[in-house]
């Protein structure tokens, strides 16, 4: 997969690309990354790339003729010329205004051949980026940041642990926050039915885009602090129940939103029942 940011600041992804599971997967030859300077595309000679917005207003706003050249630079052309290429690139506008950046979003993203990340910055980019050059505009929470770089490398992270060969166990990305539960093999599941693991030693899932479950490691006892008794016990029923239940509380605690639109089975409707009743 091939990932182009377009930004004004190509320096700054000096380092955030440089570590981890990015920088394993570039040297692995799963992704390339190309970091391209907006000013690069700019005619006059102090390299201008925002302006002031017509009708007024505060701030600067980001001109239109230096992103559509960068891309064209590129070979991708306005949206209405890419015919039959729907799918197989995204042009995504990092920007407050954009639909929510969600793990069901990047995991449709990861189908992607190539992702194009438009940097915004200022007080936002020319409206006719939106509407005449990206396939999604994409926003990473209902706050506002200085410009989009932080939100690229949020996107192009969160991408790229999900392509084939990224992660050392690829079940990672399967069981943890925001993730679709992995089914049962062989059975269809039903929202009324608990998510039951052919192989009890795994740890469970629970409903699609809740949060993960605490996690506890060695030394069994920190400062006075022990891992709950289950953990260590070796029943793996009960360790997968407590997990599940486990899980809940702390989307009833921290995200409770996330409920209203989870397809809960039996069982986690059970478990949510005694967390109220023990509060």
Not at 63 to 85: D, H, N, T
Not at 254 to 273: C, H, K, V
Request: charged letters at 25%; aromatic letters at 6%.
């Amino acid at each position: 997969m091939k990932f182009e940011i377009i930004t004004i600041f190509p320096d700054f992804f000096r380092g955030p690309l440089d570590y981890g599971i990015v920088r394993r997967a570039r040297e692995a030859g799963l992704i390339e990354i190309g970091i391209h300077d907006l000013r690069a595309f700019a005619h006059d000679r102090h390299r201008t790339v925002d302006d002031r917005p017509f009708g007024g207003g505060e701030g600067m706003v980001l001109k239109p003729e230096p992103i559509f050249e960068c891309l064209e630079s590129l070979g991708v052309a306005p949206r209405q010329e890419r015919v039959g290429e729907q799918g197989r690139e995204s042009v995504v506008l990092l920007s407050p205004q954009g639909q929510m950046f969600t793990q069901a979003v990047a995991q449709e993203m990861m189908s992607r051949e190539c992702m194009v990340l438009i940097c915004g910055r200022y007080e936002g980019v020319d409206e006719r980026v939106a509407e005449h050059l990206a396939t999604d505009e994409i926003s990473i929470g209902d706050f506002v940041l200085s410009g989009g770089e932080l939100a690229a490398a949020l996107v192009l992270d969160a991408v790229t642990r999900l392509l084939p060969g990224a992660l050392g166990n690829e079940a990672s990305a399967i069981r943890e926050s925001f993730s679709e539960p992995e089914p049962t093999a062989g059975a269809t599941p039903s929202a009324d039915a608990p998510v039951i693991l052919p192989d009890a030693s795994r740890p469970a899932t629970i409903a699609p885009g809740l949060l993960d479950c605490p996690h506890y490691t060695r030394p069994a006892e920190f400062r006075g602090w022990q891992v709950p008794d289950v953990l260590v016990g070796g029943n793996h029923v009960e360790i997968r129940v407590w997990r599940r239940k486990m899980g809940l509380r702390k989307t009833l605690r921290n995200r409770p939103d996330l409920l209203a639109g989870a397809p809960l089975s039996a069982e986690d409707r059970r478990l949510i029942q005694e967390l109220r009743s023990e509060t």
